[in-house]
């Protein structure tokens, strides 16, 4: 009966909520359950994980590296200059069309599908980005979802972190 308003699909809905919710963590102060402390718990493991550290004060002096290692003023240039225009389309058809979509909605298959429509949009994004008059805050936005390792995972170490980003980041 496909995804009509059924009792069959409530309920495959309903346990597939329940097997997809982290209902409990052990930790080594013992078990946590509830959202707002499971959430905190997680939150704190993976900042402690990749989060900041005390910055390193330590600076190269200017010989560091000698004279053969350092970049030719033409490599320099090149490293910098502005984003060729197929440069940016190359990217975006080689990559993965299968992947799934960002949290805009987005995936790879549009933007390649529809480049001819939104390349003036993409190219433009690049332009202030290069020029750093592109907000990137706003463009640096994913949705983080714990994959679990092992079946019926309790400890945060048996999940794994999946990053969603938008394409055009």
């Not at 714990?146 to 055009?168: F, G, H, M, T, W």
Request: glycine letters at 6%; proline letters at 4%; hydrophobic letters at 40%.
């Amino acid at each position: 009966m496909g995804d009509s308003n059924t009792h069959f699909y409530h309920q495959f809905s309903n346990g597939r909520r329940r097997k997809n919710t982290i209902a409990f963590l052990d930790t080594e102060q013992g078990e946590i359950r509830g959202q707002k402390d499971i959430t905190t718990h997680i939150v704190s493991y993976y900042m402690s994980l990749f989060g900041t550290s005390d910055p390193c004060h330590m600076v190269l002096g200017p010989d560091f590296y000698p004279a053969i290692l350092k970049l030719t003023t033409d490599i320099r240039e090149h490293l910098v200059r502005g984003f060729d225009t197929q440069e940016i389309k190359e990217v975006i058809m080689e990559m993965k069309s299968n992947s799934a979509p960002g949290p805009n909605g987005f995936g790879v298959s549009f933007f390649n599908a529809f480049w001819e429509i939104i390349k003036d949009d993409i190219l433009a994004l690049f332009k202030d980005f290069h020029a750093e008059q592109l907000d990137i805050k706003r463009m640096n936005f994913g949705v983080i979802t714990l994959v679990p390792k092992v079946k019926e995972a309790n400890i945060i170490k048996q999940y794994r972190p999946i990053c969603l980003l938008s394409v055009d980041y």
